[in-house]
């Protein structure tokens, strides 16, 4: 046993085939126990949400019945549209199946470069037993994507870990950092704070220099494509209104339901009639005063938004069948109390670990990179509901890796003494 461990150590394709051959036998051994492949065509377009992507990506391609351009961003919808014709449902399968595969040996090879390949099996091993991860590949749904390129964004970092300085790491991060916000357009805030931190770490040479100015223009040249479509179609400046229509028809909802004593339970989902009376109240109410309302009673903000939250956090995925007696649902709600009460001690020794250190450049920069779209996802799932984990997922690589790292050398520098280390 001990040799062949130390085989596997030594032999990089070795660990790679075992690593896919367990990815594809847990993945296929779930969807057939779920019987999914027998109804891929009921379930890729299933949710409003996916038929919201698929008429974008009709419109794109000459449709003229446009119906969300506002709140569906044209990448995802483009690449759907692509791979159903290419090869029908089937295609956009494919698609998300080979996203799913390349971001758990993406993690593995990530974590092996920051820590160790027994760590990096473990890494791996989380990812791919996460059956809320499985079953949204088989739903055309950005999310299995936006984990693909939260695991490129997390390489880039363990590739660039010593090379802080170079200007191609930072391009590479403003690139991803905008395919995610065309896929996501919460981590349009990332768009700031990648450029902050590239300020912070770059030679003033680097800086100066218009030839590496125009490569960070260039890298952002996605969202100005996306930038364009909206202003064609709206006439005015913007990405997205998925932000503040998801506010006002979700968080806000809530927030004014519990303000007039209407029971609104998003935990089970309130009443029809309690729906159209909040609905109707709420349509035209705009920003200025939705904010206003919010300020004029703060306790019960805080106490609505910590209650989707913690409702988010706990919880399975929405996309499993609960008549479904695999087990799968039960598997997932405690996977996710584990992954909550792991949030919670991570906010306490993620910060113990920078502090130790010091704040050190290069170790306050790694943290702020892979915390910053962590806590993004995370913090702003609190203003929508009935999506059981599929908000919260997004986060899995971002926290797999940053609590493995944190873990990591806190246990060594507890129980090894050591008074040096680097967290990377």
């Known amino acids: 046993m001990r040799r062949l461990l130390s085989t596997v150590k030594q032999e990089k394709r070795l660990q790679l085939l075992l690593l896919n051959l367990l990815a594809a036998s847990v993945y296929f051994f779930v969807l057939f126990r779920l019987d999914y492949f027998h109804s891929i065509h009921q379930t890729i377009f299933s949710t409003t949400d996916s038929r919201e992507y698929r008429a974008m990506g009709d ?20 690449l759907i549209k692509c791979f159903s014709i290419a090869a029908g449902d089937w295609g956009i399968w494919f698609m998300q199946f080979a996203c799913w595969l390349l971001s758990i040996n993406i993690v593995f090879i990530a974590v092996k470069k920051l820590l160790n390949v027994y760590l990096a099996f473990i890494a791996a091993a989380i990812m791919l037993t996460n059956v809320s991860f499985i079953v949204i590949t088989l739903h055309a749904l950005t999310e299995t994507f936006t984990i693909f390129l939260l695991s490129l964004y997390i390489y880039s970092i363990a590739d660039f870990k010593d090379r802080l300085e170079d200007p191609r790491f930072w391009i590479k991060l403003i690139f991803l950092s905008t395919l995610l916000v065309l896929f996501k357009p919460i981590f349009l805030l990332m768009m700031g704070i990648v450029p902050v931190c590239a300020a912070f770490n770059l030679k003033k040479s680097s800086l100066r220099s218009s030839r590496i100015a125009f490569m960070f ?129 991570m906010m306490v020794l993620v910060p113990v670990v920078v502090i130790m250190q010091g704040f050190k450049k290069n170790i306050l ?60």
């Open 217 to 345: 223009l260039a890298a952002a040249t996605p969202l100005l494509v996306q930038a364009i479509i909206f202003f064609s179609q709206f006439g005015r400046l913007g990405i997205s209104d998925i932000g503040s229509m998801t506010f006002k028809k979700y968080y806000y909802a809530k927030f004014f339901a519990d303000q007039h004593a209407i029971p609104y339970d998003v935990a089970r989902g309130p009443s029809e009639s309690a729906m159209h009376q909040v609905s109707d109240s709420i349509r035209h109410v705009t920003g200025s005063e939705m904010i206003a309302s919010i300020r004029s009673n703060p306790l019960l903000a805080i106490k609505v938004y910590k209650g989707i939250l913690g409702l988010n956090l706990k919880t399975t995925s929405v996309l499993i069948d609960p008549l479904n007696k695999s087990g799968f649902n039960r598997w997932m709600y405690s996977t996710n109390l584990i992954y909550y009460w792991a949030h919670w001690v």
């Open 365 to 424: 920069t790694f943290y702020v990179l892979l915390a910053s779209p962590l806590l993004l996802v995370i913090c702003i799932s609190g203003i929508s509901y009935w999506q059981g984990d599929r908000l919260i997922l997004p986060a899995l690589p971002l926290f797999t890796v940053l609590y493995f790292i944190t873990g990591f050398h806190i246990v060594k520098r507890t129980f090894m003494g050591s008074t040096r280390y680097r967290p990377v």
């Open 59 to 78: 419109w794109l391609f000459g449709d003229p019945h446009e119906v969300c351009s506002a709140i569906r961003p044209f990448l995802y919808p483009a």
